[in-house]
């Protein structure tokens, strides 16, 4: 028992000493597990392995890029409108806004609006300028910089090893199963795989349909960077939590931006309230289904935890993690349920 306990005291210190690494290999894996089906279908079609895998890599490839071809233009559009925008909002602050507060509320504000519509308007005749006092604080992080961008150029190749070699590692795993359990550990894979593929195939839906929703009832509400915030927050969806609230930021500062007024705002808001009852009690439950068996509570907590634990691939990961964990505890809550431990108690 000793043994047993110090054994896993030293894997979970490594686990912690070795976090980022193994959850880039982790979300490999996961990307992986999602294109493996398409690599058997291509299989089945009369392709060798190796072609099928570099088949289904390149189309990754292309729905990476062509995603971001479409979404970097469009943030770097809306961004040069909407500082276009800002020594306007910042006169409605200073003619508007401070006068309504001070008559209605008798609170004058502390911000000098005069201030800061000169140097908003300093700032658009000297953008460069701005760039070089952000330059400190941009290179202080540059060791997160270099280590996205490890990410991103070692994500493509542990994918191609992972997909070349998937049923050969899954292989290798079931032959170390003692031949007694091997029944039940494959149907707990099932479940697994099961679960996760109900979950990941639902979540692309949501994010989908999410896209479209926002797209729209922030272009009904009459916010020009609609589609661009719809887009950032469906496709952001993945990371619960994430995508709504940086897109409900990203919208509030636009509509505040472009109707230098709470009226727009607020036609902003009523549009995120609605997509987060849509996708809470229409979408999820409807397209990623109740086999996840997750409370949103569990979900909440999984995504904090996992992102004060090892940061965004934490959070990124933390739900189908925690839905592969759901099937473990059900399944050990079975056997002890049926134990002579339980019985004879």
């Known amino acids: ?19 980022s690494v193994l959850f880039v290999f ?20 009369g392709l060798r392995r190796w072609m099928a ?40 602050y200073r003619e508007v806004l401070v006068p309504w507060v001070r008559e209605a509320l008798s609170v004058e504000l502390p911000v000098d609006a005069e201030r ?8 658009m005749r000297d953008g460069g300028a701005l760039v070089q006092r952000l330059l400190p604080s941009l290179t202080s992080g540059g060791l997160a910089v270099v280590s996205l961008l490890a990410t991103v150029i070692l994500l493509p190749v542990l994918l191609l090893y992972f997909l070349l070699d998937w049923e050969r590692m899954s292989e290798a795993l079931l032959v170390l199963v003692p031949r007694r359990h091997l029944p039940a550990v494959t149907r707990l894979m099932a479940e697994i795989d099961d679960v996760l593929g109900a979950f990941l195939r639902g979540q692309f839906l949501v994010m989908i349909a999410l896209s479209v929703f926002y797209a729209a009832g922030l272009r009904i509400v009459g916010l020009d960077s609609a589609l661009s915030v ?82 965004f691939l934490g959070a990124l990961l933390a739900v189908p993690v925690a839905a592969v964990l759901a099937v473990l505890v059900r399944h050990a809550r079975q056997r002890y349920l049926h134990s002579t431990l339980y019985q004879s108690g």
Do not use: K, N
């Not at 028992?1 to 976090?19: K, N």
């Not at 982790?26 to 079609?45: D, F, K």
């Open 1 to 19: 028992m000793l043994w047993l306990l110090a054994a896993l005291l030293v894997a979970g210190f490594l686990v912690y000493q070795l976090a």
């Open 26 to 45: 982790a979300a490999g894996a996961l990307l992986a597990y999602v294109c493996a089906p398409l690599v058997q279908w291509l299989e089945r079609r």
């Open 53 to 92: 895998v570099i088949l289904v890599l390149v189309l990754v490839l292309l729905v990476v890029v062509g995603l971001l071809l479409i979404l970097i233009p469009l943030v770097i559009t809306q961004v040069s409108a909407l500082m276009d925008e800002l020594p306007r909002l910042v006169e409605w």
């Open 116 to 123: 800061l519509r000169l140097l908003a308007a300093a700032a």
């Open 230 to 311: 719809g887009i950032i927050t469906g496709m952001l969806a993945f990371v619960p939590y994430l995508g709504f609230s940086l897109g409900l930021l990203l919208g509030s500062f636009a509509a505040l931006l472009q109707f230098h007024s709470l009226g727009g705002v607020l036609g902003v808001w009523l549009v995120f309230a609605i997509g987060q009852v849509v996708e809470s009690y229409v979408l999820t439950p409807w397209l990623v289904g109740d086999r996840v068996g997750l409370h949103p509570l569990w979900v909440l907590f999984a995504v904090i935890a996992g992102g004060v634990l090892f940061g």
